[in-house]
């Protein structure tokens, strides 16, 4: 059963809001002992790689799909190249609602897209950045009776609370902190509000320190500058213009927790890390490894506390950047001898 | 928690078992109105490609490998180009056990064994076929004590009974009719046990219809002859020679089920229809959909009845096919007017 069915008094549903349910949410805790032990933690990962499209965005969208339809829209739209589209148009594939996605034109790869179009949406690439595809996703939404399912979308983030629910009923309990991927600043900022309506309803008792890494090249939350050229290899953390920024900054900053950045190359070696130990989680997803060894590092990391880390996304949906850094196939003559000599 | 921690008393474990858990397990079941009204019947997916390598090889490889452990294997190996060697590499780099993939020279796509190599498994390509790759494996594992996951691996099997054990859970009873694709057999082998084990021990009350499931240019079940030279896109279930066909066969007979074959094209059908719903998994997941609609074409699906569909694996794992026949990416000039033109 999804979270609308598992946790729906804590969102704004009435008889007459159609209960999407694709699944979502039930995603694994997975213990993580030998990197626990590397940093001297009692470290968690939250695999959000196991929702029905394959990223953390599912929670939001089940409910912001399931609110359009109750509204009456006649379709959902959204200015995305990424995970927000795949699950927009999943859900709308779901409901039985039309989805339309906006890209900025100029490299526009259709594997980025490959989900959206294959759920059934229509994409078109507008000329102009990715500020110019929402402006007409805006407009278009109002011409035609569409609901924005961008992170505007307020929803979105009343939805993703659901993942601080179910660590919380997984663990018996808040973790002592949460580590998290920072981008738009939305997902932290749900968390926040998900771990604190817990705590509140009394099925949780203590909040966590709330952990949020950015990538070197995209860390508006870290330098407190926002920029026009974030660069990373995360490219689902790839934003220099947070939306979510003041809120998350008062969370962050409310739960005594703090914003990190981390190098390219950290996060790489995190995400063959976690591979290592069975989790294959898209790059951006690896920046809390990343960043809780560089606390380790620098002794801001303390000793025997409760980490849970958010694995946004799954691996599956980029294989060619880990697979660079990963072993090829090696030809044998086929004898137990050459076999031997390579295998361990 | 997985499948160890949720249904430990089924399977074969002892105080020294090690409790291997990457979240296996868990998977959503859907309820598919539109697909069941189309078909007339009440119709549901049991979505396996929300495990954590993707596909429901997961099930029984936590338990092989957690096995494997306890009986001090240095590692495991398996002759395979798909699903199991990605489960059993994240398994065994869980377990902190080495893992070594064989498969059969020439043309070996490396993105087939992307996932073994990302979680860290040695890849060797030997000269023969794939039974000469299987002999290496039990070659080695012999001379060096590492023990093999292909599923001649007897608590593979033991394992994907769980997939049934959660699909009573899900419903409150088993189906009227289960419906799953064949390949090696196993799978429907080990789904019939676990209903069968399940009413056993009361927690169900009855056992479904076992309806199996191939692709006509890979039927050995359908036609009762072996072939050498297995042809379908559902690459998956593309095996000719089912290791489990006598069990299987025996299973089906005893549920009052059948074996049917459909076309390729049916298959890549039911495929964009599921991903239309929301669901997208890989094409051997969707012979039960394109099954159904044909016995539904010829009056013998049985109005009114629970179907559960299983659905095997993570379309994620080759968007290309699909992508072939899902829309393209509409270039626009910038304006609300061009816009309105192709949006539905």
Redesign the interface.
């Known amino acids: ?2 979270i609308l069915g598992r946790y729906g008094d804590f969102f704004p549903l009435t008889p007459r809001t159609p209960r999407l ?4 949410g ?6 993580l002992r ?1 990197l626990g032990e590397e940093l001297g933690v009692d470290l968690w990962g939250k ?1 959000e790689g ?5 990223s953390f965005k599912d929670r939001g969208m089940v409910l912001a799909v399931s609110k359009a339809m109750e509204e009456g829209a006649r ?1 959902v ?1 959204c200015a995305s190249t990424g995970n927000t589209s795949a699950s927009a148009a ?2 709308a ?2 409901g ?1 609602l ?1 989805c ?1 996605v ?2 900025p ?1 100029g490299n ?1 790869a ?2 980025k ?3 959206a ?4 949406a ?7 950045n990715f500020d ?1 595809a929402l402006e ?1 996703a805006r ?2 939404a109002e ?2 009776g569409y609901r924005i399912v961008n992170s505007v979308n307020p929803f979105r983030l009343r939805g993703q609370m659901s993942g601080a629910f179910e660590i919380c009923d ?1 663990l018996g309990d808040a973790p002592d902190w949460l580590a998290i991927p920072v981008g738009n600043a939305g997902n932290v900022t749900a968390y926040w509000a998900g771990f604190v309506a817990y705590m509140r309803r009394r099925r949780s008792s203590r909040v966590p320190v709330m952990m949020g890494f950015q990538a070197q090249g995209a860390c508006p939350m870290v330098t407190g500058q926002f920029t026009d050229h974030p660069e990373t290899v995360a490219t689902a953390i790839r934003i220099g213009r947070p939306v979510n920024a003041r809120r998350a900054r008062w969370a962050v900053m409310m739960s005594g927790g703090a914003f990190e950045a981390v190098e390219d190359r950290e996060i790489l070696r995190a995400q ?1 890390d976690l ?6 989680a898209e790059p951006a997803s690896c920046t809390p490894l990343a960043g809780l060894r560089k606390l380790a590092r620098e002794g801001r990391l303390p000793r025997g506390i409760r980490v849970v880390m958010v694995l946004t996304g ?4 980029d ?1 060619e950047t ?2 660079r850094s ?9 004898s ?1 001898e050459t ?2 000599g ?3």
Chains 1, 2 share one sequence.
């Open positions: 059963m999804g349910d694709l699944g979502e039930s995603t694994p805790l997975v213990p030998a695999f196991a929702n029905p499209t394959g379709g739209i999943a859900y594939a779901c039985g039309s339309t906006l890209l034109s526009v259709k594997g897209v490959a989900q179009l294959i759920y059934g229509t994409v078109a690439a507008v000329r102009g110019r007409l407009a278009m011409r035609r997984q063959m591979a290592r130990c069975g989790l294959f799954n691996g599956l949906k294989v880990p697979l990963a072993g090829s196939v090696v030809e044998l003559e086929d137990l076999l031997e390579v295998i361990p």
